[in-house]
């Protein structure tokens, strides 16, 4: 480094830190920058999955009232075909794969309420919609009898109505700049 004759010593020491100083700063603002971007990516991209298992549970619930009130085994049977082809195609259609790629990063970000918002909706959904893996049909689909069915219905609908969904979306829309939404209370 060459100094003029009459620079004090100290001042290029303080421009190196002052320098340094200004660069970590600037990395360490790029970095938070990128970090809100990516939790912004996987929040949209986890409520969009929330979104897709809460149309598949409502889509349940008047198939499995119409199930419950059939009054032939005619009706019966054919509200059992109903309801057994929606619950099957809403094991195939309803994931938790941008849940589980981001959820170390919503981890991370989330507040301890925020996160337990989401990962009860998460943990109910992987109740329902965990096949058992000896009730499955050569092709991968559940066999599903009478009972699963009731059973498989009634989750369904408490799930809805308890509002973990709900709650967990509108966490998921708060962080992702969205309209400010209500954090509804636990029921």
């Given at each position: ?26 990395t360490y ?40 009130s059939a ?22 259609q309803v ?93």
């Amino acid at each position: 480094m060459i100094v003029a004759a009459d620079t004090p010593v100290w001042l290029p020491f303080v421009t190196l830190i002052g320098g340094a100083l200004l660069a970590g700063g600037t990395t360490y603002l790029f970095k938070r920058r990128d970090e809100k971007r990516e939790v912004k990516a996987a929040v949209r991209l986890v409520e969009s999955e929330l979104r897709m298992a809460e149309g598949a549970l409502s889509a349940i619930a008047p198939l499995a009232a119409e199930f419950e009130s059939a009054e032939s085994e005619r009706e019966k049977s054919k509200a059992r075909r109903s309801l057994r082809a929606r619950i099957t195609s809403s094991y195939t259609q309803v994931t938790d794969e941008a849940w589980q790629e981001s959820r170390m990063l919503l981890g991370r970000h989330l507040d301890p309420p925020e996160w337990d918002a989401l990962r009860a909706a998460y943990v109910s959904l992987a109740i329902l919609w965990a096949p058992d893996q000896e009730a499955l049909s050569e092709e991968g689909d559940p066999v599903l009898d009478d009972a699963t069915l009731e059973l498989e219905a009634a989750i369904a609908s408490d799930l809805l109505g308890a509002g973990y969904l709900e709650r967990a979306r509108a966490v998921c829309q708060r962080h992702a700049d969205l309209p400010p939404v209500e954090i509804p209370a636990p029921r």
